[in-house]
Protein backbone atom coordinates (compact mmCIF):
# COMPACT_ATOMS: atom_id res chain seq x y z
CA UNK A 1 0.00 0.00 0.00
CA UNK A 2 2.92 2.14 0.93
CA UNK A 3 4.24 1.88 -2.54
CA UNK A 4 1.17 3.08 -4.21
CA UNK A 5 0.94 5.72 -1.78
CA UNK A 6 4.53 6.74 -3.30
CA UNK A 7 3.83 6.26 -6.68
CA UNK A 8 0.86 8.53 -7.05
CA UNK A 9 2.45 11.14 -5.20
CA UNK A 10 5.66 11.16 -7.14
CA UNK A 11 2.72 11.99 -10.05
CA UNK A 12 1.73 14.33 -8.80
CA UNK A 13 5.16 15.88 -7.82
CA UNK A 14 6.11 15.52 -11.35
CA UNK A 15 2.96 17.63 -12.62
CA UNK A 16 3.98 20.23 -9.76
CA UNK A 17 4.79 23.66 -10.82
CA UNK A 18 8.25 24.37 -9.29
CA UNK A 19 7.19 27.25 -7.50
CA UNK A 20 3.81 25.46 -6.33
CA UNK A 21 2.71 25.57 -2.60
CA UNK A 22 2.27 21.84 -2.49
CA UNK A 23 4.48 21.22 0.43
CA UNK A 24 6.55 17.73 0.98
CA UNK A 25 5.93 15.55 4.26
CA UNK A 26 7.92 16.59 6.95
CA UNK A 27 9.98 13.52 7.95
CA UNK A 28 13.58 14.03 7.22
CA UNK A 29 16.20 13.13 4.44
CA UNK A 30 19.36 14.91 2.05
CA UNK A 31 21.14 13.85 -0.58
CA UNK A 32 24.37 13.67 -1.65
CA UNK A 33 27.11 16.79 -1.72
CA UNK A 34 27.62 18.52 1.47
CA UNK A 35 25.80 16.46 3.54
CA UNK A 36 22.65 15.49 3.05
CA UNK A 37 20.17 11.94 1.94
CA UNK A 38 19.34 10.61 -1.07
CA UNK A 39 16.12 8.76 -2.14
CA UNK A 40 13.70 5.83 -3.84
CA UNK A 41 11.61 5.29 -6.93
CA UNK A 42 8.63 3.73 -8.58
CA UNK A 43 9.22 0.16 -9.06
CA UNK A 44 6.45 -3.05 -10.44
CA UNK A 45 8.88 -6.27 -10.49
CA UNK A 46 12.21 -7.41 -10.14
CA UNK A 47 14.66 -8.38 -13.52
CA UNK A 48 15.13 -11.85 -12.52
CA UNK A 49 18.56 -12.19 -14.11
CA UNK A 50 21.14 -10.44 -16.55
CA UNK A 51 20.26 -10.56 -20.08
CA UNK A 52 21.73 -10.07 -23.81
CA UNK A 53 23.30 -13.35 -24.76
CA UNK A 54 22.13 -16.45 -23.50
CA UNK A 55 25.89 -17.22 -22.11
CA UNK A 56 25.04 -13.67 -20.09
CA UNK A 57 28.45 -12.13 -21.68
CA UNK A 58 28.83 -9.99 -18.01
CA UNK A 59 32.27 -10.78 -16.76
CA UNK A 60 35.26 -8.41 -16.66
CA UNK A 61 38.75 -8.80 -18.08
CA UNK A 62 41.05 -9.74 -15.83
CA UNK A 63 39.58 -8.67 -12.85
CA UNK A 64 42.08 -9.78 -9.88
CA UNK A 65 40.05 -7.95 -6.95
CA UNK A 66 40.21 -9.86 -3.57
CA UNK A 67 37.54 -8.90 -1.39
CA UNK A 68 37.05 -9.97 2.15
CA UNK A 69 34.16 -11.63 3.26
CA UNK A 70 31.54 -14.58 5.12
CA UNK A 71 34.19 -17.18 6.03
CA UNK A 72 36.76 -16.86 2.95
CA UNK A 73 37.54 -14.58 0.22
CA UNK A 74 36.55 -14.49 -3.09
CA UNK A 75 38.48 -13.89 -6.14
CA UNK A 76 37.35 -12.26 -9.27
CA UNK A 77 38.85 -13.39 -12.31
CA UNK A 78 37.59 -12.82 -15.61
CA UNK A 79 36.12 -15.70 -17.78
CA UNK A 80 34.11 -14.78 -20.90
CA UNK A 81 34.73 -10.77 -21.00
CA UNK A 82 31.83 -8.49 -20.52
CA UNK A 83 30.15 -7.78 -24.05
CA UNK A 84 30.49 -3.91 -25.01
CA UNK A 85 27.66 -1.79 -23.59
CA UNK A 86 25.73 -4.32 -21.51
CA UNK A 87 22.40 -3.46 -20.68
CA UNK A 88 21.32 -5.99 -17.78
CA UNK A 89 17.68 -7.61 -18.51
CA UNK A 90 15.88 -10.20 -18.21
CA UNK A 91 17.46 -12.77 -19.90
CA UNK A 92 18.84 -16.48 -19.65
CA UNK A 93 22.31 -15.20 -17.88
CA UNK A 94 22.93 -18.20 -15.47
CA UNK A 95 24.47 -16.26 -12.80
CA UNK A 96 27.13 -17.08 -11.46
CA UNK A 97 29.50 -19.97 -11.19
CA UNK A 98 32.38 -21.52 -8.58
CA UNK A 99 35.35 -22.91 -10.32
CA UNK A 100 38.58 -24.09 -8.79
CA UNK A 101 37.59 -22.13 -5.31
CA UNK A 102 36.59 -19.20 -7.22
CA UNK A 103 33.48 -16.97 -7.47
CA UNK A 104 33.52 -15.52 -11.00
CA UNK A 105 30.34 -12.96 -10.47
CA UNK A 106 28.58 -12.09 -14.34
CA UNK A 107 26.12 -9.41 -15.20
CA UNK A 108 23.33 -11.83 -13.98
CA UNK A 109 24.48 -11.63 -9.92
CA UNK A 110 25.05 -7.98 -9.87
CA UNK A 111 21.73 -7.41 -11.42
CA UNK A 112 20.45 -9.93 -8.62
CA UNK A 113 22.54 -6.99 -6.02
CA UNK A 114 20.73 -4.12 -7.83
CA UNK A 115 17.28 -5.78 -7.41
CA UNK A 116 18.09 -6.72 -3.61
CA UNK A 117 18.58 -3.11 -3.07
CA UNK A 118 15.15 -1.81 -4.73
CA UNK A 119 13.49 -4.50 -3.31
CA UNK A 120 14.49 -3.20 0.15
CA UNK A 121 13.96 0.61 -0.96
CA UNK A 122 10.21 -0.82 -1.59
CA UNK A 123 9.96 -2.00 1.63
CA UNK A 124 12.02 -0.15 3.91
CA UNK A 125 9.53 3.08 3.43
CA UNK A 126 10.06 4.71 6.82
CA UNK A 127 13.08 6.82 6.37
CA UNK A 128 12.80 10.61 6.00
CA UNK A 129 10.15 11.64 3.36
CA UNK A 130 9.47 7.68 2.72
CA UNK A 131 12.79 6.42 1.21
CA UNK A 132 16.61 5.54 1.92
CA UNK A 133 16.73 6.42 -1.89
CA UNK A 134 18.64 10.08 -1.09
CA UNK A 135 20.95 8.58 2.00
CA UNK A 136 22.15 5.72 -0.10
CA UNK A 137 23.00 8.57 -3.30
CA UNK A 138 25.34 10.33 -0.41
CA UNK A 139 26.93 7.52 0.88
CA UNK A 140 28.13 6.78 -2.63
CA UNK A 141 28.80 10.70 -3.48
CA UNK A 142 30.37 11.12 -0.08
CA UNK A 143 32.35 8.04 -0.59
CA UNK A 144 33.78 9.05 -3.78
CA UNK A 145 34.17 12.88 -3.32
CA UNK A 146 37.64 12.22 -1.60
CA UNK A 147 39.12 11.84 -4.30
CA UNK A 148 42.25 13.71 -4.75
CA UNK A 149 43.85 14.04 -8.12
CA UNK A 150 47.28 14.84 -7.05
CA UNK A 151 48.08 12.82 -4.60
CA UNK A 152 45.69 9.90 -6.08
CA UNK A 153 44.03 9.14 -2.87
CA UNK A 154 40.47 8.73 -1.62
CA UNK A 155 37.81 8.04 -3.69
CA UNK A 156 35.14 5.22 -3.85
CA UNK A 157 37.64 2.38 -4.18
CA UNK A 158 38.81 1.09 -0.23
CA UNK A 159 34.97 1.65 1.55
CA UNK A 160 37.28 3.25 3.99
CA UNK A 161 33.91 5.30 5.79
CA UNK A 162 33.72 2.26 7.39
CA UNK A 163 36.61 2.94 9.88
CA UNK A 164 36.72 5.74 12.27
CA UNK A 165 38.28 8.88 11.65
CA UNK A 166 36.61 9.18 8.60
CA UNK A 167 33.09 7.85 9.55
CA UNK A 168 33.00 10.47 12.11
CA UNK A 169 33.83 12.92 9.47
CA UNK A 170 30.51 15.97 10.25
CA UNK A 171 29.78 16.11 6.55
CA UNK A 172 29.51 12.24 7.21
CA UNK A 173 27.06 12.56 9.99
CA UNK A 174 23.94 9.92 9.15
CA UNK A 175 25.40 7.92 6.57
CA UNK A 176 25.68 4.60 9.12
CA UNK A 177 22.00 4.91 8.35
CA UNK A 178 22.65 4.27 4.65
CA UNK A 179 26.05 1.63 5.74
CA UNK A 180 23.52 -0.52 7.50
CA UNK A 181 20.53 -0.11 5.21
CA UNK A 182 22.49 -2.17 2.62
CA UNK A 183 24.41 -4.92 5.70
CA UNK A 184 21.62 -7.52 4.50
CA UNK A 185 21.99 -7.22 1.10
CA UNK A 186 25.96 -7.21 1.73
CA UNK A 187 25.41 -10.80 3.42
CA UNK A 188 23.04 -11.96 0.48
CA UNK A 189 26.04 -11.44 -1.69
CA UNK A 190 29.36 -11.61 0.47
CA UNK A 191 31.40 -11.84 -2.71
CA UNK A 192 30.83 -8.59 -3.41
CA UNK A 193 33.11 -5.54 -1.87
CA UNK A 194 32.09 -2.66 0.02
CA UNK A 195 33.31 -0.34 -2.22
CA UNK A 196 31.70 -1.87 -5.28
CA UNK A 197 28.26 -2.19 -3.01
CA UNK A 198 28.12 1.14 -1.87
CA UNK A 199 28.32 3.11 -5.51
CA UNK A 200 26.10 0.26 -6.93
CA UNK A 201 23.93 1.42 -4.48
CA UNK A 202 23.71 4.78 -5.35
CA UNK A 203 22.91 3.75 -9.13
CA UNK A 204 20.46 2.04 -7.72
CA UNK A 205 19.06 5.00 -5.84
CA UNK A 206 19.14 7.60 -8.84
CA UNK A 207 17.22 4.54 -11.25
CA UNK A 208 14.81 4.22 -8.83
CA UNK A 209 14.31 7.43 -7.86
CA UNK A 210 13.24 7.85 -11.62
CA UNK A 211 16.58 9.53 -12.50
CA UNK A 212 19.24 8.29 -15.72
CA UNK A 213 19.88 4.97 -16.07
CA UNK A 214 23.70 5.32 -14.89
CA UNK A 215 26.28 2.98 -16.37
CA UNK A 216 28.87 1.22 -13.58
CA UNK A 217 31.26 -1.06 -13.74
CA UNK A 218 32.69 -3.42 -10.64
CA UNK A 219 36.26 -3.54 -9.49
CA UNK A 220 36.55 -1.88 -6.29
CA UNK A 221 38.30 -3.37 -3.41
CA UNK A 222 38.37 -2.35 -0.16
CA UNK A 223 40.81 -1.34 1.99
CA UNK A 224 41.74 -1.12 5.94
CA UNK A 225 41.69 2.27 8.23
CA UNK A 226 45.23 3.09 7.27
CA UNK A 227 43.80 4.54 3.89
CA UNK A 228 40.95 6.73 5.19
CA UNK A 229 41.33 10.03 4.15
CA UNK A 230 41.57 13.45 6.08
CA UNK A 231 38.73 15.65 6.77
CA UNK A 232 38.16 18.68 4.83
CA UNK A 233 37.70 17.09 1.06
CA UNK A 234 34.08 16.87 1.10
CA UNK A 235 32.57 20.65 0.13
CA UNK A 236 31.53 23.35 3.21
CA UNK A 237 28.02 24.65 2.48
CA UNK A 238 28.51 27.54 4.22
CA UNK A 239 30.97 28.67 1.55
CA UNK A 240 30.96 30.17 -1.88
CA UNK A 241 32.34 30.01 -5.38
CA UNK A 242 35.95 29.99 -4.50
CA UNK A 243 35.79 26.75 -2.03
CA UNK A 244 33.50 24.75 -4.48
CA UNK A 245 35.72 25.31 -7.67
CA UNK A 246 38.24 24.03 -5.10
CA UNK A 247 37.15 21.12 -3.63
CA UNK A 248 35.66 19.56 -7.03
CA UNK A 249 38.65 21.11 -8.68
CA UNK A 250 40.96 18.84 -6.78
CA UNK A 251 38.79 15.99 -8.42
CA UNK A 252 39.40 17.29 -11.87
CA UNK A 253 35.30 18.48 -12.07
CA UNK A 254 34.99 21.67 -14.34
CA UNK A 255 32.02 24.65 -13.96
CA UNK A 256 29.16 22.54 -15.65
CA UNK A 257 29.87 19.39 -13.81
CA UNK A 258 29.96 21.17 -10.52
CA UNK A 259 26.31 22.63 -11.66
CA UNK A 260 25.54 19.18 -12.88
CA UNK A 261 26.12 16.96 -9.61
CA UNK A 262 24.48 19.86 -7.67
CA UNK A 263 21.35 18.81 -9.67
CA UNK A 264 21.75 16.05 -6.80
CA UNK A 265 20.09 18.44 -4.31
CA UNK A 266 16.69 18.00 -5.69
CA UNK A 267 16.97 14.75 -4.09
CA UNK A 268 16.28 14.64 0.54
CA UNK A 269 16.77 16.93 3.07
CA UNK A 270 18.95 18.52 5.64
CA UNK A 271 18.85 17.78 9.24
CA UNK A 272 19.78 20.02 12.01
CA UNK A 273 21.07 16.93 14.01
CA UNK A 274 24.06 16.34 10.95
CA UNK A 275 24.90 19.47 8.86
CA UNK A 276 22.95 21.67 11.41
CA UNK A 277 20.57 22.91 8.49
CA UNK A 278 17.10 21.84 8.41
CA UNK A 279 14.59 20.98 5.13
CA UNK A 280 14.39 19.71 1.81
CA UNK A 281 14.92 21.51 -1.30
CA UNK A 282 11.99 20.86 -3.45
CA UNK A 283 8.67 19.50 -3.13
CA UNK A 284 9.82 16.08 -4.81
CA UNK A 285 12.63 15.22 -2.31
CA UNK A 286 12.04 11.22 -3.58
CA UNK A 287 12.21 12.06 -7.38
CA UNK A 288 14.50 12.99 -9.64
CA UNK A 289 13.97 16.20 -12.31
CA UNK A 290 15.35 19.03 -12.91
CA UNK A 291 13.07 21.07 -10.35
CA UNK A 292 16.11 22.23 -7.99
CA UNK A 293 17.43 24.46 -11.21
CA UNK A 294 14.33 25.95 -11.28
CA UNK A 295 13.22 26.71 -8.11
CA UNK A 296 16.76 28.72 -7.68
CA UNK A 297 15.71 30.78 -10.55
CA UNK A 298 12.33 30.86 -10.41
CA UNK A 299 11.55 31.17 -6.16
CA UNK A 300 12.33 34.41 -4.64
CA UNK A 301 14.92 33.30 -1.50
CA UNK A 302 15.20 35.24 2.00
CA UNK A 303 17.29 34.55 4.61
CA UNK A 304 15.53 32.04 7.22
CA UNK A 305 15.78 33.96 10.57
CA UNK A 306 15.93 31.25 13.05
CA UNK A 307 18.61 29.87 15.64
CA UNK A 308 20.84 27.59 12.97
CA UNK A 309 23.71 28.20 10.53
CA UNK A 310 22.77 30.47 7.51
CA UNK A 311 20.26 29.25 5.40
CA UNK A 312 17.64 30.51 2.86
CA UNK A 313 14.10 29.55 2.49
CA UNK A 314 11.46 30.24 -0.37
CA UNK A 315 8.80 33.05 0.15
CA UNK A 316 6.41 31.53 -1.61
CA UNK A 317 5.61 28.21 1.47
CA UNK A 318 8.96 28.55 3.86
CA UNK A 319 8.98 24.91 3.58
CA UNK A 320 12.33 24.69 1.28
CA UNK A 321 15.29 25.75 2.01
CA UNK A 322 18.84 26.56 -0.21
CA UNK A 323 22.20 26.11 1.12
CA UNK A 324 24.85 29.28 0.72
CA UNK A 325 26.98 27.04 -2.00
CA UNK A 326 23.35 26.38 -4.02
CA UNK A 327 22.59 30.45 -4.35
CA UNK A 328 26.31 30.97 -5.98
CA UNK A 329 25.31 28.60 -8.24
CA UNK A 330 22.79 31.77 -9.79
CA UNK A 331 24.83 35.02 -8.33
CA UNK A 332 28.03 33.57 -10.32
CA UNK A 333 27.64 33.63 -14.11
CA UNK A 334 29.77 30.96 -15.47
CA UNK A 335 27.65 28.50 -13.01
CA UNK A 336 24.35 30.09 -13.86
CA UNK A 337 24.69 29.85 -17.74
CA UNK A 338 24.53 25.93 -17.02
CA UNK A 339 21.86 26.53 -14.55
CA UNK A 340 19.35 28.21 -17.15
CA UNK A 341 20.28 25.26 -19.26
CA UNK A 342 19.49 22.69 -16.87
CA UNK A 343 16.35 24.45 -15.71
CA UNK A 344 15.40 24.44 -19.29
CA UNK A 345 15.43 21.16 -20.61
CA UNK A 346 15.17 18.15 -17.73
CA UNK A 347 17.02 15.58 -20.73
CA UNK A 348 20.10 17.57 -21.13
CA UNK A 349 20.42 17.91 -16.95
CA UNK A 350 19.73 13.86 -17.14
CA UNK A 351 22.41 13.50 -19.85
CA UNK A 352 25.21 15.47 -18.12
CA UNK A 353 24.20 14.43 -14.66
CA UNK A 354 24.51 10.40 -15.90
CA UNK A 355 28.16 11.57 -17.20
CA UNK A 356 29.38 13.31 -14.24
CA UNK A 357 28.29 10.30 -11.67
CA UNK A 358 29.89 7.96 -13.83
CA UNK A 359 32.89 9.69 -13.68
CA UNK A 360 32.45 10.80 -9.59
CA UNK A 361 31.64 7.03 -8.76
CA UNK A 362 35.23 6.02 -10.37
CA UNK A 363 37.31 8.50 -9.48
CA UNK A 364 40.80 6.88 -8.57
CA UNK A 365 39.96 3.25 -9.00
CA UNK A 366 42.39 0.76 -10.50
CA UNK A 367 40.09 -1.21 -13.00
CA UNK A 368 41.58 -3.52 -15.05
CA UNK A 369 38.46 -3.35 -17.23
CA UNK A 370 38.04 -0.94 -19.98
CA UNK A 371 35.17 1.99 -20.23
CA UNK A 372 33.64 0.01 -22.77
CA UNK A 373 32.94 -2.80 -20.16
CA UNK A 374 30.18 -0.83 -18.15
CA UNK A 375 26.91 -2.49 -17.78
CA UNK A 376 23.64 -0.75 -17.59
CA UNK A 377 20.91 -2.13 -15.43
CA UNK A 378 17.28 -2.74 -15.65
CA UNK A 379 15.28 -0.21 -12.59
CA UNK A 380 11.97 -1.61 -11.49
CA UNK A 381 10.05 0.29 -13.08
CA UNK A 382 11.38 0.52 -16.86
CA UNK A 383 8.85 -1.13 -19.40
Not at 210 to 238: E, F, K, V, Y
Request: with cysteine.
Amino acid sequence: MASLARTANRAAFRSTPATSAFKASRRSSVPFTLSRNPVQPVRRGYASSSGGSSSGGALFWGLGLVAAGGAGYYAFVAEDGLRLGATVKDGSASGSFAKGGVTVPKAADYQQVYNAIAKLLEEKDEYDDGSYGPVLLRLAWHASGTYDALTKTGGSNGATMRFAPEGDHGANAGLKAARDFLEPVKTQFPWISYSDLWTLAGVAAIQEMQGPAIPWRPGRADADAAMCTPDGRLPDASKEQTHLRAIFGRMGFDDREIVALSGAHALGRCHTDRSGYDGPWTFSPTVLTNDYYKLLLEEKWNWKKWNGPKQYEDKTTKTLMMLPTDMVLIKDAAFKKHVDRYARDNEAFFGDFRDVIVKLFELGVPFKSSEADRMTFRSTHAD
